[in-house]
């Protein structure tokens, strides 16, 4: 899909090189999810159409990135928190860099740690190790700088918000922790350019939402927080940066961090990124929380002129949506794949994703090429289905090993982390 968000994004995302040969970020170029490739696999197995599989060290749930024949991995080795970088053509390591940890964080079995995800502009990767901090390296491993003072992240659900390159900027969701702010940094630098506070943060007072649907929990710092990785839209013109935290969804400008709106109605506790289309925003919460959608804009709180729906209870959402002609597309953690209508909340389908893995469960965010999503169960079963008003399931391919990653397109081939390996999946020509 080619709108003008997408042209405008291009020049500072992906330079001179080719969109779809690309994936520098979390959700692809945009953050969204979406991909302009054509093709790829839909059927794989551990026998068939893998190119290649290299073992990873330990468990993580970071997913790769991929610029030219560079691919980037997030890893903890022991107390070390590393970056790995692999040539694509074979799957060797080139080289891993990264510091050890001066103070070891809390986080749930399920995260284990650099839950982060890299971010890359094709010179240099950006890194978040969390409490250890922000750090950039260069192609060859060399790093440029670092960024050791930003504080503490500490919850007991542990860390996850990946990085975001827009223009000269580096963004970060500090958080959850003893404080949580976003943070914009000179990607060339590290230098802070602006720092916003946010108030509704683990162990900051809770405004009053009367629709949050988890009153009970107030107040408990394990019931708070978001995971939110940043996104930029294009509203009225110009781009505005998204952030779900919790019990809100707030947009701001991303050269000053000047809040321009907020709209309320999330649970205080968010765990996906914001997914648009043309002027509607959906931000849905986790915990079985709350979803809203919002016709993006405006100034102050919009709530009550803005807020298009809004859901006071559903399904448990890990994994981040895509949004295709009007249409949400979703993986729940519960194992059900769902579509909604963007502008009325409205479901138009659900159904249970079933595998050969012994848990159905899932904390992928979709990834969809043409009319096709592509997520992986935390059992290793990658389903791909049509992103369609009829549901139809086009393939499970199940490789067996656990998984809480996201599936990454990249030059006509995937590539997919699971907890013990990186593989590369590729159709035989």
């Known amino acids: 899909m080619k709108t003008k968000t997408v042209s405008f994004l291009l020049c500072f995302l992906v330079a001179s090189t080719a969109l779809a040969a690309n994936w520098p970020a979390w959700r692809g170029p945009l953050g969204t999810g979406l991909t302009e490739e054509k093709n790829l696999p839909t059927k794989w197995s551990t026998a068939e159409n893998v190119k290649w599989r290299i073992a990873l060290p330990e468990a993580g749930n970071s997913t790769p990135v991929v610029w030219g024949d560079r691919v980037f991995v997030t890893q903890a080795v022991g107390e070390k928190r590393t970056l790995m970088c692999f ?9 891993q860099v990264g510091v050890t940890t001066k103070e070891k964080e809390p986080t749930h079995a399920t995260n ?5 995800s890299p971010v890359t502009d094709g010179e240099r990767v950006i890194v978040s190790f969390a409490s250890d901090g922000l750090f950039c390296y260069d192609f060859t491993g060399k790093e440029l700088w670092h960024r050791t003072d930003l504080g503490r992240q500490i919850h007991i659900w542990g860390n996850a918000a990946s990085p975001a390159i827009y223009s000269n900027l580096c963004f970060l969701n500090f958080g959850p922790g003893e404080t949580t702010y976003l943070l914009a940094v000179d990607k060339k630098t590290g230098k802070t350019i602006w720092k916003k506070d946010e108030e509704t943060g683990y162990g900051k007072a809770q405004p009053a939402a009367a629709d949050s649907g988890e009153k009970k929990n ?17 509203v009225e013109g110009k781009d505005q940066l998204l952030m779900s935290w919790p019990v809100r969804l707030a947009a ?24 648009y289309e043309n002027d509607v925003v959906a931000a849905l919460g986790g915990f079985s929380g709350t979803a809203i959608g919002v016709r993006a804009g405006g100034s102050g709180d919009v709530t009550a002129s803005r807020r298009v729906w809004h859901h006071p209870r559903s399904p448990q959402r890990i994994g981040s949506g895509v949004v295709k002609d009007g249409k949400i597309y979703i993986h729940n953690d519960p194992g059900t794949a769902m579509c909604l209508d963007l502008k009325t909340g409205e479901q138009v389908w659900s159904e249970r994703l079933q595998g050969a893995g012994k848990t159905g469960q899932n904390w992928s965010s979709v990834m969809l090429s043409e009319d096709k999503c592509y997520t992986i169960t935390q059992g290793g079963d990658c389903f791909v289905f049509r992103a369609a008003p009829k549901f139809e399931l086009i393939s499970v391919n199940s490789l067996g090993e656990r998984s809480n ?21 590729a159709s035989k020509k």
Not at 87 to 95: F, I, S, V, Y
Not at 267 to 273: A, C, D, E, K
């Open 87 to 95: 040539n694509r053509a074979d799957g060797k390591l080139l080289w």
């Open 112 to 116: 284990p740690y650099c839950s982060a």
């Open 218 to 234: 107030r107040g408990n710092p394990q019931y708070i927080g978001s995971w939110t990785t940043p996104t930029i839209m294009k």
């Open 252 to 275: 701001y400008d991303p050269a000053t961090g000047k809040e321009l709106w907020t709209c309320s109605g999330l649970n205080p506790l968010v765990y996906t990124s914001p997914i």
């Open 405 to 425: 990653s996201s599936i990454v397109p990249s030059n006509g081939e995937l590539f997919i982390r699971t907890h013990a390996a990186l593989y590369c999946i």
